[in-house]
């Protein structure tokens, strides 16, 4: 099965996404796969799987490779004689911009390239916080309380103490501040938007039970990942979380009852379902006295969260073949047509 790694992107975590196309790279034995990196520019080029190492990108070494374009049905490396067209789907691997808040989505569905990833809609619900939010009220998921911030609004914040500060449109932990005095407020709120014009503050529960489950859509169906419970400090930071986007081996299941993780599983089929398809998504809960709360949507998780499925490379083939179809209508002119013929002309 032919397979090309979009990764890269001008984002934050453009370099998260290079250590996780080198991950799924490594998972995916029997694909024969191909590699397109975006860099911050937004110039495509073809990477040999031999230079799929971080320092190619971090040395520069990249920009001598062959760049591609994009075209209907493929990206093209053009050639002294003619050019060659990297005709196959696309796994979308960008973390935040451009990959997850539908920008590429757009792109690889203008020019008619199928792709595993979040469509645009599903995009705009799940890249923003405050809109995941709002998308989770809409379908009746319960969320944890917040209170929304914009850079130019006045700095006044109801939320009672400890809470924790997040730029609205970043992953990876960054720009998160838990504040616990009053006196880290104003730096916290600085960092946060440096990231960001817009920032959310939650109340900090302290202890909290925290689970992640990933799924997709298959054959009529949503399969679902194992339960994790992640292993952390007070908050996932970026230094863990960069750590988590290199993971290959798999994690030990939550140890739960029945009960909770059809919970789980039930709230993550409301958010998956008609929104999602076409996408392996992963969505980290809170549990709190018994009440599932939906913290965040990943619409790409980093590695793909390969390490929550017994066979990833089964995943990957099952979504190839459970692809969406992109409506597009044909154009016939015969409005203008009949104007034309009214008019006898």
Known sequence: ?????????????????????????????????????????????????????????????????????????????????GSERLE??????????????????????????????????????????????????????????????NVNARREIKTALPFIIKPARLGSSIGVSVIKETSEIEYALDVAFEFDDNIIIEPFIEGVKEYNLAGYSANGGIHFSIVEEPQKNEFLDFDKKYLDFSRSSAVSEAKIDAQLVSQLEQTFERIYTNMFEGALIRCDFFVVDGEVLLNEINPIPGSMANYLFADFEHVINALLANLPQQRRPQVNYQYIHSINQAKGK
């Open 1 to 81: 099965m032919k397979l090309a790694i979009l990764f890269g992107g001008a984002s934050y975590e453009h370099e998260i996404s290079i250590v996780s196309a080198i991950t799924v790279m490594e998972k995916l034995h029997n694909f024969s796969l191909e590699f397109i990196f975006c860099d911050q520019d937004h110039r495509f080029y073809k990477i040999e799987r031999s230079q799929m190492m971080a320092k190619t990108f971090a040395s520069g070494a990249h920009k001598k490779l062959p760049q591609l374009s994009v075209e209907n049905g493929a990206f093209v490396q053009k050639k002294m004689f």
């Open 88 to 149: 196959m789907p696309v796994l979308n691997l960008i973390h935040g911009a451009d990959g997850e808040d539908g920008t590429i989505a757009s792109l690889l569905g203008f020019y008619d390239i199928s792709y595993i990833g979040p469509r645009p809609t599903a995009s705009v619900f799940s890249y923003d916080k405050m809109h995941t939010k709002w998308f989770a009220e809409a379908i009746g998921v319960k969320t944890v309380a917040y209170e929304s911030m």
